[in-house]
């Protein structure tokens, strides 16, 4: 069984630093993708990083890009979102997710799992 479980959320003032970790188990995929995503209410869930853990390829898109740095633990089969200089429009819940894809993926339809999320809050 796959699970994906997320720490490092909380409440940050603007400018403020988080970093969200998530451990990932229960499957046998050698290089694949890994990412973040998140989820602000009444808005659609966006990718905001993603890594892929054979080469160590990432991407992010711009409104990101800069502040967020994803990267992953192969030992540990862990992926990390370092998160600087937040801005009170990064609030969001936040969720890791796993494909099987040997690429750096990019939309939602190219993960296979996803953790339950965990909540960024910045404070202006």
């Known amino acids: 069984q796959v699970r994906l479980v997320e720490s490092g959320g909380g409440s940050v003032q603007t400018g403020g630093s988080l970093r969200l970790s998530c451990a990932a188990s229960?499957?046998?995929?050698?290089?694949?993708?890994m990412g973040w995503f998140r989820q602000a209410p009444g808005k659609e869930r966006e990718g905001v990083a993603h890594?892929?853990?054979?080469?160590?390829?990432?991407y992010y898109p711009s409104s990101v890009k800069g502040r967020f740095t994803i990267f992953h633990d192969n030992a540990k089969n862990t992926v990390y979102l370092q998160m600087n200089s937040l801005k009170p429009e990064d609030t969001a819940m936040y969720y890791c997710?796993?494909?099987?894809?040997?690429?750096?993926?990019?939309?939602?339809?190219?993960?296979?799992?996803w953790g339950q999320g965990t909540q960024v809050t910045v404070s202006s």
């Open positions: 997710a796993v494909g099987d894809r040997d690429y750096v993926c990019r939309g939602i339809d190219e993960y296979n799992y």
């Open positions: 229960g499957y046998s995929y050698s290089n694949h993708c």
């Open positions: 890594i892929h853990t054979g080469g160590g390829s990432t």
